[in-house]
């Protein structure tokens, strides 16, 4: 096992009805800055609920921050908090909303330059404004966690950033509010929870063997109820899993100690950021195709993940078995309704070029758990998922 | 899914020689007062390497926390620390001596009072000294999480109590530190850790799908890792492994959003006051014999315990399933090298009475995940592990 430093402070209060602590987590005389999205939170009425529940509080409030939350929109909101002293910002709504807020609570006291130095110098900012969550849609894990990937449109880039200073200080978890999602974003949420447990687990064996065996408890979880919760809108346990299921596969927690691999989102981004298709979406095109790229080092990994999780037989062949492997994990994306090659989006061969090049500009030249992940390579992966 | 609430934030360093970043965790100026055992920290040459690394602070000590500490000895060091003023609290030891410091760490500015009520009365203290932990024996989890269990000698009392003012701000664990402890104290340390799991695994399904994975990871990993820990003393990965586990398995996770049991554990303390067995010791004897009593309540997770956790053959009967699952775990006790008989301690049919008398002394007279462990129940239990 590696060496590795984990603690998460993030508050986790997870059910059915849990809006009603929301007072008790944000600090009486607070004046508390509301962050949504593109407008679901303000239709189901939950942004409403969120308004009721603080009367006592001052409250102002900013919606439209987009999917792939842009630091174009996010500064506006900046300004504001700036001019207006809110000292407690309130995220509602998925991952993009709780990014964005993150990016923001570090911008407002970065006065020293461009809090776009913040993702451009991956900073670790040592100040922000403290935050809370209200999640609405189970997926990037963003409520358990100090990460953000932030996209600056006029240069065409979409980057992480994280920082101990942007850990939630308190995420409600209440599994009724994903009952009115569209299909897609359910859809997406499973993929996405699924990739980034394969991220942290199919690299090569590194002796951490409760971190495999919690990366493989999530992967048969989401493979369990993932496609229940298609079928069932108003399943509450299956959203439940579904829901905690998603932060754990990206709290820190099942990567420490072991090797992480990572280059299928920096690949995804590219995708999403050129072509604007949904990150999960991305995903699913590159994962299946960059396993089977690099069958031959993930190898004793991808037997593991084959065994344990798809129950393969024993009696398969090395090849057989990882092949195996691999096409059940794309079959798993496409029941979930999640297509898996560049063809399915409208996508050919002339995109391969322009998204190496993205990757390029942004030092990403060696990818994966190794480095191996060359340009080369990507070629090769994205000529396989078309 | 149950509603929970879940933060754990203490700081995990995890990994060989990590006790260099001990200055990097206790404030500058700090007066620190180091608690540790009955001098095997000394003896191992440990306690003076911590000492080394402290210099430039103000250093006090304390050793002789007893396992099982107890209030008599902790109010000694309590009244040196008032007197001194020390400001930040270390634990170098086992679960023992870190949960001597939680009492400490929350005896101290308790002035209201004797600090025994913080125990006797359940008190969620809000305010508590800072502390760290030094780890040298995996086993309790005391080192990532908020409770500790306290015995007061004179009125034969063994008790837990819990405040969010006790979790450590950080604990170091170098599995290295493990390969000197004595076979007992790691055939302990394992049947420790499985029992933590089975507490809040073992109870009834509650559509908790993830937690029941992750207990289902570490007994699996328990199993695995534990018969080897006993032969390789040096196995770096082998000591890690349990290490890590330790933790987890009593870390608040696991136990989030599902029923827990516990009245192994409490039937357990009354058998260490009165009769100075280990902890493990009667967890090994109890358990067992608890899980056949209950074989009915506890059916359909016997079941469950038994394919995923034991490999038990689908075809078997659902009676012979759940015999076979709890023959299992005593066997894997006994592989252990822990006794799972009154007998094998030397104790007969007389000290049930006892035990039972001590429990409803205590009020602990509906035990167990749905309070059906009654004097009566106990008395079947300590029955069948006679």
Same mark, same amino acid.
Do not use: C
């Given at each position: 096992? #590696? ?7 993030t508050q986790i209060i997870f059910g059915k009805g849990q809006i009603?602590q929301l007072? @008790?987590k ?13 407008? !679901? @939170? ?49 995220a509602v709504g998925g991952?993009?909303?709780i ?12 006065? #020293? ?13 040592? !100040?922000?404004?403290?935050?809370g969550v209200v999640l609405t849609l189970p997926a990037t894990g963003s409520e358990m ?23 939630p200080?308190f995420s409600i978890l209440d599994p009724i509010y994903t ?10 949420g ?46 509450y346990?299956?959203r439940a899993n579904l829901m905690w299921v998603a932060s754990l596969?990206?709290n ?10 990572? @280059? ?15 990150? @999960? ?7 299946? !195709? ?8 993930? #190898? ?82 994205? !000529?396989?998922?078309?």
């Amino acid at each position: 096992m #590696q060496n590795f430093q984990f603690a998460n402070p993030t508050q986790i209060i997870f059910g059915k009805g849990q809006i009603e602590q929301l007072t @008790a987590k944000i600090p009486v005389g607070s004046k508390v800055f509301i962050l949504y999205g593109g407008g !679901s @939170a303000q239709k189901t009425g939950l942004l409403g609920t969120v308004k009721d529940t603080l009367k006592g509080y001052q409250v102002g409030e900013f919606g439209g921050i987009e999917p792939n939350p842009t630091y174009e929109t996010l500064m506006k909101a900046v300004e504001i908090i700036r001019k207006e002293n809110y000292d407690f910002l309130l995220a509602v709504g998925g991952g993009s909303v709780i990014d964005g807020t993150k990016f923001i609570a570090a911008a407002v006291p970065y006065l #020293q330059g461009d809090p776009w130095e913040i993702v451009r110098d991956w900073l670790d900012v040592k !100040s922000a404004l403290p935050f809370g969550v209200v999640l609405t849609l189970p997926a990037t894990g963003s409520e358990m966690n100090d990460g953000a990937v932030i996209t600056r449109k006029e240069i065409q880039a979409k980057l992480p950033f994280m920082s101990k200073a942007v850990f939630p200080r308190f995420s409600i978890l209440d599994p009724i509010y994903t009952y009115t999602l569209p299909t897609k974003q359910i859809s997406n949420g499973v993929v996405d929870s699924f990739i980034h447990v394969m991220e942290q687990y199919l690299t090569y064996p590194a002796e951490g063997k409760v971190q495999d065996r919690f990366s493989e408890g999530l992967l048969l979880t989401l493979i369990e109820e993932g496609p229940k919760a298609l079928q069932e809108k108003e399943n509450y346990d299956v959203r439940a899993n579904l829901m905690w299921v998603a932060s754990l596969a990206l709290n820190g927690l099942i990567g420490s100690g072991v090797p992480q691999d990572w @280059a299928t989102h920096m690949i995804g981004h590219e995708i999403t950021v050129l072509y604007g298709l949904d990150h @999960a979406q991305t995903l699913a095109i590159v994962l299946p !195709s960059l396993l089977e790229v690099m069958k031959e080092e993930k #190898q004793a990994k991808l037997l593991q993940y084959g065994e344990r999780v798809w129950n393969l037989p024993k009696d398969m062949s090395v090849e057989e078995k990882a092949t195996a492997a691999i096409e059940r994990t794309r079959n798993f994306f496409e029941t979930m309704g999640v297509k898996t090659r560049l063809a399915d989006y409208g996508l050919g061969q002339d995109v391969i070029e322009p998204i190496i090049a993205n990757l390029e500009a942004h030092g990403m030249v060696e990818l994966g758990e190794k480095g191996l992940v060359t340009p080369a390579i990507v070629r090769s992966i994205l !000529s396989k998922s078309l």
